[in-house]
């Protein structure tokens, strides 16, 4: 599997668009790197995940065509993670020659309710389908499967975290969630699997560890790690990135690199890609 990080930061940017902090200065300054869109991935440009308002930038800035898209995985309904509105193009003289007629979004509940609310043409309507994902059923998406995983964070949403497989690689995907609880990590050691890859949710950064209960920080980031590794869930092969982070709580992209030297954690950037 390809994957590929689109947008790397929390859910108002880095920099945020009307912030004047000491670090989106830094990082307007230092550009490159730094510049964080918010949260997206692809697997094998094949597997969307998330759809907030920076999709339309990604697409453009990496070569990605929505049209020979079929699946989206979506974690929540914040809409820094989902954004329906986008939709409203997808048909009619927008869209012409795509290569599915049906959009499939997989997710929590209340995704389609929200959708219902847009105001979208209903020939563009009738072709986007959405399928409600529960913790713990596997389901078949492509050429891949999915295993939904509750996340800590926005309970009241029915946040999910996910497990992808296909072609005997696994990628554990972290986003959005707090230190995952003690059900989940022994229900993750009850698979009896190594994970090829785990991406971790990074939006509390030099906060003390349980400084907010529904996202992590570096420190919990680094003990994730190793408690994944003593409970067999993860290996010294396995590939470790830190996403989803935010000025309020970090500097620069160097600068939190130098906060997991030698750890084996890779710090995601906008376009950061890995093989799995």
Do not use: W
Not at 100 to 110: A, C, E, Q, V
Not at 175 to 183: K, Q, V
């Amino acid at each position: 599997m390809k994957f590929r990080i689109l947008g790397s930061g929390g859910g108002e940017g880095f920099p945020a668009p009307f912030c004047s902090c000491e670090h989106c200065e830094d990082a307007r300054k230092k550009g490159g790197k730094s510049l964080r869109t918010l949260s997206q991935s692809i697997i094998d440009n094949d597997l969307l995940i998330d759809l907030p308002s920076d999709t339309n930038a990604h697409c453009l800035r990496f070569g990605i065509n929505l049209g020979q898209i079929q699946n989206v995985l979506i974690t929540h309904s914040h809409p820094d993670h989902y954004m329906p509105d986008l939709l409203a193009t997808r048909g009619g003289f927008c869209a012409h020659n795509m290569k599915y007629k049906n959009l499939y979004i997989y997710g929590p509940s209340d995704l389609k309710e929200l959708f219902n609310r847009v105001n979208i043409s209903e020939t563009i309507r009738e072709n986007i389908h959405f399928i409600v994902l529960n913790a713990g059923e596997k389901v078949k998406i492509g050429e891949y499967d999915v295993t939904p995983i509750d996340a800590l964070h926005a309970p009241t949403l029915g946040s999910l975290n996910y497990i992808i497989e296909k072609d005997g690689k696994s990628l554990l995907y972290l986003i959005d969630s707090g230190y995952p609880t003690e059900a989940t990590l022994e229900s993750l050691k009850g698979m009896n699997k190594v994970f090829d890859a785990v991406v971790m949710d990074g939006t509390m950064g030099i906060s003390e560890p349980l400084t907010y209960l529904y996202h992590m920080g570096y420190k919990e980031n680094k003990q994730l790690k190793q408690e994944l590794i003593l409970k067999g869930i993860a290996d010294t092969d396995t590939r470790f990135v830190v996403t989803h982070i935010t000025h309020n709580k970090s500097e620069y992209h160097e600068k939190v690199e130098e906060i997991f030297k030698d750890t084996g954690i890779s710090v995601a950037y906008d376009g950061f890609e890995t093989e799995i």
